[in-house]
């Protein structure tokens, strides 16, 4: 059973806009969330990360927001740049239990210049 | 910094050999985790190493396995290889060495196995 679900393979942005990709989660116990990002011949590359207690974190560009009560989180890039183009892996944790990161299965983002 | 090597970076095996792929995680960091990537399977855990010592092990059967040295450093090791195995192994380290979900994972570049 996926406990990380990312239902959506591929989404294509305008540069200049916004991308928006989601994630979902079935664990009730995960209470760390974070978002890698993978280029080709790369290994994955840790982008923004946030911990239940919050329900929004920004870094720059990159703003993540967690909803509890539904179990979903969003990746929101704003705004969109034509290197940004790369498959975006949402992941999750229990880190009070001795639990390993779980992944989606990734979501590729193309941002069209 | 040095990051975490993996090697080799390609390799072409056939079915019914043996593999094995080397990591060296980052310079203090004290658990190695070892995630599997096919296409349309996202990243898939194998198994993580603290101290030498198998913390935790994914679905995977037993022809997967694992180890870590004393300075860190792991090797994972597939048997009787199947065409399904054919994947990017992608190796992951993280500090202080708390368990691997509590931390930020570091990832290497992966090693892809092609299995004819």
């Known amino acids: 059973d996926q406990q990380v679900k990312q239902n959506s393979p591929s989404l294509s942005v305008q540069e200049g806009r916004i991308s928006i990709l989601n994630c979902d989660y079935t664990?009730?116990?995960?209470?760390?969330f974070l978002w890698y990002k993978k280029y080709p011949a790369e290994g994955p590359t840790f982008l923004i990360s946030i911990s239940s207690i919050k329900d929004k974190n920004e870094d720059g560009r990159f703003t993540v927001f967690l909803n509890k009560s539904a179990k979903h989180l969003s990746l929101h890039i704003v705004p969109s740049q034509p290197g940004d183009s790369a498959v975006y892996f949402c992941?999750?944790?229990?880190?009070?239990?001795?639990?390993?990161?779980?992944f989606g299965k990734g979501t590729r983002l193309s941002v069209i210049a | 910094k040095a990051g975490v090597t993996q090697t080799p970076r390609y390799l072409i095996k056939t079915r019914g050999q043996q593999v094995t792929l080397s990591c060296s995680p980052i310079s203090g960091h004290r658990s190695v985790s070892w995630y599997q990537q096919t296409p349309g399977q996202g990243l898939q855990f194998l198994f993580e190493y603290f101290s030498e010592t198998q913390r935790n092990k994914g679905n995977f059967p037993g022809r997967f396995s694992g180890r870590q040295f004393s300075n860190s450093r792991s090797e994972m090791n597939v048997s009787t290889l199947e065409l399904g195995d054919s994947a990017l192994y992608l190796c992951?380290?993280?500090?202080?060495?708390?368990?691997?979900?509590?931390?930020?994972?570091?990832f290497g570049a992966g090693s892809r196995l092609t299995v004819l």
């Open positions: 992951a380290s993280s500090f202080p060495g708390g368990t691997a979900g509590a931390n930020v994972l570091t």
């Open positions: 664990n009730s116990m995960f209470d760390y």
């Open positions: 992941a999750a944790s229990a880190r009070s239990g001795n639990t390993p990161l779980v």
